[in-house]
């Protein structure tokens, strides 16, 4: 499975991005897709992550509320909404994959990734 990450830009505080994720590939056993960001010089931290279907999603305390996931199967597709935008949201965003069976936050159990997308949130 490759992965392209897209979207990224600079927006000003309370503003509002939409990423995208766009699959290719070995796509047909499905996947769990994950959201993960890195400010610069700190850990890569979760963010969200979806069922194959859909149905499920997970997020971390630091974005619920603010994120949402999404998913689009027939266009082999992710999407991350932000809103509220803090400037602490500043980072590189990274979308990732997993098989469909292993629901997970850890990067750790994602075997594919994106190139990130960098989010810059200043006035």
């Known amino acids: 499975v490759q992965l392209q990450a897209s979207g990224g830009g600079s927006v000003q505080p309370g503003g509002s991005l939409r990423l995208s994720c766009a699959a290719s590939?070995?796509?047909?056993?499905?996947?769990?897709m994950g959201w993960f960001r890195q400010p610069l010089g700190k850990e890569r931290e979760f963010l969200a992550v979806?069922?194959?279907?859909?149905?499920?999603?997970r997020y971390a305390d630091s974005v619920e509320g603010r994120f949402t996931i999404s998913r689009d199967n027939t266009r082999n597709t992710g999407y991350l909404q932000l809103n509220s935008l803090k400037p602490e949201d500043t980072a590189v965003y990274y979308c990732?994959?997993?098989?469909?069976?292993?629901?997970?936050?850890?990067?750790?159990?994602?075997?594919?990734w994106g190139l990130g997308t960098q989010v810059t949130v200043s006035s």
């Open positions: 590939g070995r796509t047909s056993g499905g996947f769990i």
């Open positions: 979806i069922s194959w279907s859909g149905a499920y999603t």
């Open positions: 990732a994959a997993a098989p469909r069976g292993r629901w997970s936050q850890s990067q750790n159990d994602y075997d594919y």
